[in-house]
Nanobody, 129 residues
Framework: QPHLVESGGDLAQTGGSLTLSCAAS????????IAWFRQAPGKERDIVAS????????YYTDSVKGRFTIYAENADNTLFLHMNDLRPEDTAVYYC??????????????????????WGKGTLVTVSS
């Protein structure tokens, strides 16, 4: 059974940086589309960024473009999200998720991750003003 475990969530200052990790087991990242989602207090869960290798590509939601970078170390089967210039509105629980069908364009950028097959339990990021 595939398993995703997030880590790296922490308290950060506005303008600071954090890197989140998502360790995957029971699946090979490069055969999936993998994404980061976040859920802020009182809000729905939404996509942050996604990555895939067949076909190759990345996607970022507008609010994080130029600040966040999604990447993976496939040899370690680990996904990362490097976050720069953090803002209080980035405060959320961050989840990683995996989709067995990396060729689905709609699924790759679906804000709600409705076709994601596996989810981690999340890691909390708090950005203080």
């Amino acid at each position: 059974q595939p398993h995703l475990v997030e880590s790296g969530g922490d308290l950060a200052q506005t303008g600071g940086s954090l890197t989140l990790s998502c360790a995957a087991s029971g699946l090979n990242l490069d055969s999936y589309a993998i994404a980061w989602f976040r859920q802020a207090p009182g809000k729905e869960r939404d996509i942050v960024a996604s990555i895939r290798w067949n076909p190759d590509g990345t996607y970022y939601t507008d609010s994080v473009k130029g600040r966040f970078t999604i990447y993976a170390e496939n040899a370690d089967n680990t996904l990362f999200l490097h976050m720069n210039d953090l803002r209080p509105e980035d405060t959320a629980v961050y989840y990683c998720a995996a989709d067995r069908d990396p060729g689905s364009e709609a699924s790759f950028i679906d804000p709600k991750g409705r076709d994601m097959d596996y989810w981690g339990k999340g890691t909390l990021v708090t950005v203080s003003s």
